[in-house]
């Protein structure tokens, strides 16, 4: 009811904000529009139309329009536009196929690929040392468990290298919730968070490390809020946080590389919706023969991978459009190689180097770390 449609989101035609906008055309594709269709779902002036749910699922959640609005009205445009995905999936209505088939995903096998639960732990190789008993407990995540095995492996050797014990909960890991949140299947989202909470609980962990900065989000913001409590009884890390301190505490140090010029790619879960932008640029400047380069959108105003809220599921070619505009801005940094600090992230703009005839390389810090440890 606050929005005044200034237009603050919309970023202007010369320079983009919304992804969705982009990719749509259409102010019905930016939260000023969605601001419109809430209220009028609120009022019920609407029906919901394949067109209405469409325009709905087809926000990444990037938090861009988010980070325009507190300059204006301070509306939690995000949280809005999940609020208009729950109703739409409670009410059973024209759901995309690909939201139900995740749900469905979850439910039966707690992973969003419907992968068996012990391939969780696949990437556990006899080179890495788990210590079930350590107060430090390594959660990979869906994406990163399942998909980049790499990441996982390559977080586990820079912990086994700074001698920093980890536990794991095995096949007893289920899905963080945040594909859930993001699609509007809350219940089933605090169901997993109930169950993770309780396991991390029993097992006595006092810090949980995520490789995944939606893991991260959840975690930290939105599991007290689902489970009702004041704060959890642990506290949640970003792996590229505990490398940087692994880093200055003199844990880890880096060795002599070929030199490569290197752009960052800010995670919008990770940056804007977390404010963890400086611990990875840092970490990279510390690589000896490694030149950081910044594409001329970065930090807070960086440009979505396309990965977000679910779309590159529901809608891949909308989450290709919007990757390929960041592959352009990478190449045009005069960079060799991408660096994010996100599973989905490496997904989306990997998944769109061929279609962008793009010779760059995407490769996680995790990864860039490990191999760069004397």
Sequence with gaps: MKCGRCGYCLGGYMAETCPARYVIGFESGAAKGR????????????????????????????????TKC?????????????????EVFDAG??????????????????NIFASVPERRTAWIGPEIRVDEKAELLYFPGCVTSYKFSEIAQS??????????????????????????????QYQLAREMARHNVEEIKRRGVKQVLVSCPGCYKTFK???????????????????????????????IA????????????????????SGIYEQP?????????TRLVEMDRNRETAWCCGGGGAVKMTYPNQA????????????????????????????????NLKLAGSKLRVIDLSELVHSSLK
């Design 35 to 66: 601001m419109l269709a809430a209220r009028a779902m609120i009022q019920g002036r609407v029906e919901y139309s394949p067109q209405l749910v469409e325009r709905i699922y087809t926000c990444f959640l990037c938090g861009a329009c988010k």
């Design 70 to 86: 507190e300059d204006a009205a301070r509306i939690d445009t995000l949280e809005i536009i999940k609020a208009t995905r729950a």
């Design 93 to 110: 209505k024209n759901i995309p196929s690909e939201v139900e088939k995740l749900g469905t995903a979850v439910e039966a096998r707690h």
């Design 155 to 184: 977080t586990a050797g820079i912990l086994n290298k700074a001698r920093v014990s980890f536990s794991t909960l095995g096949a007893s890991e289920w899905c963080c919730g945040n594909p859930l949140l993001s699609t509007g």
């Design 221 to 251: 913001q939105d599991y007290p809020r689902l489970l009702g409590l004041s704060e959890l009884t642990f506290q949640v890390i970003h792996s590229s946080q505990l490398f940087h301190r692994l880093s200055s505490e003199g844990k």
């Design 254 to 273: 880096f060795g002599e590389m070929s030199k490569e010029v290197l752009t960052y790619h800010d995670p919008c879960e990770l940056g804007r919706l």
């Design 281 to 289: 640029r840092v970490l990279i400047q510390q690589i000896p023969a």
């Design 320 to 351: 290709s459009k919007v990757a390929l505009v960041r592959l352009r801005e990478a190449e045009s940094s005069g960079a060799t190689a991408i660096i994010s600090s996100c599973p989905t992230c490496k997904w989306n703009l990997t998944d």
